[in-house]
């Protein structure tokens, strides 16, 4: 059966030495007037502004700061503080809090994410890649950020690194399949980490 159309964004599977990941939430600033949102699961870069935004397609690695984890803000329709799984864009009365699992600190995470209608095969592996943003859910906050196998190259200020199919054996504990589907086809899911230690840059 073909695997299903449904991006999620990044979930994190294991830390880098391979253990269940232990973290505590970054938190950030975002602009009360940043009108994109960023939902569960988008990674987030840092902005030369001191503010935190959406990742977005072409953005060099170097500035590539966390998997968003929902907000905190003042609503000004509501009059009070608000907690949510995304980013509105919207209604903040002052800057908001927002919260991300970083990637810049230590050993990088062993993160899943789904491809596109194209796929990734077992002689990616090694390759690296960006990430199209997709539509996230305004219900459930969830990203629909997805691996844009297009961007394939050795390029390394992509944000990316495939390091294995998910659903290979050892490599995530021996699952078969994702779900209904299978380990390789369009809109497979892969083991990623993010090329990157340290974040070096900001974007502007």
């Not at 009070?80 to 230590?106: F, H, M, T």
């Amino acid at each position: 059966m073909a695997n299903k159309n449904a991006p999620f964004g990044a979930r994190v599977l294991m830390g880098g030495a391979g253990a269940a990941p232990n973290f505590e939430l970054v938190p950030f600033t975002i602009s009360k007037n940043d009108s994109t949102k960023i939902f569960t699961g988008d990674f987030v870069k840092k902005l030369a502004t001191g503010y935190g935004a959406q990742w977005t397609a072409s953005t060099a690695v170097s500035q590539l700061w966390g998997v968003f984890q929902g907000c905190e803000y003042l609503s000004a329709s509501q009059g009070k503080w608000v907690r949510s799984a995304y980013w509105p864009g919207a209604d903040a009365a002052s800057d908001a809090v927002g919260y991300l699992i970083p990637l810049v600190l230590g050993q990088p995470m062993r993160l899943i994410l789904q491809t596109d209608g194209t796929g990734v095969s077992f002689a990616d592996i090694g390759a690296n890649f960006d990430v199209a943003m997709g539509t996230g859910d305004t219900v459930t906050g969830q990203s629909g950020m997805y691996v844009d196998v297009s961007t394939l190259n050795t390029t390394a200020t992509l944000p990316l690194r495939l390091e294995a199919l998910y659903g290979q054996n050892l490599t995530d504990g021996g699952r078969e399949g994702v779900g209904d589907g299978t380990e390789a086809g369009a809109y497979n899911w892969g083991i990623f980490v993010a090329n990157i230690h340290q974040s070096t840059g900001l974007a502007s």
